[in-house]
């Protein structure tokens, strides 16, 4: 692929002008850190589901033996 049709064809592929735009550069923005906090939240709260068995393993009180 020629150099210039490779720069021709990266102009096509992502229109940033209505990045220019403040108010949608902020809503997407605020798209990307959300999306990155639900990642976030969905790998925290699945790391704490695995250890919640463990915890439980370690705290739990000993059957009385008579």
């Known amino acids: 692929m020629r150099a210039s049709a490779a720069r021709s064809f990266g102009t096509y592929t992502l229109d940033r002008?209505?990045?220019e735009i403040p108010a949608y550069r902020r809503l997407q923005t605020a798209s990307a850190v959300c999306a990155v906090g639900g990642l976030l939240t969905a790998a925290t709260v699945a790391m704490i589901i695995r250890a919640v068995p463990q915890?439980?393993?370690?705290t739990a009180p000993k059957a009385d033996r008579r």
């Open 55 to 58: 915890l439980w393993h370690h």
């Open 17 to 19: 002008r209505p990045l």
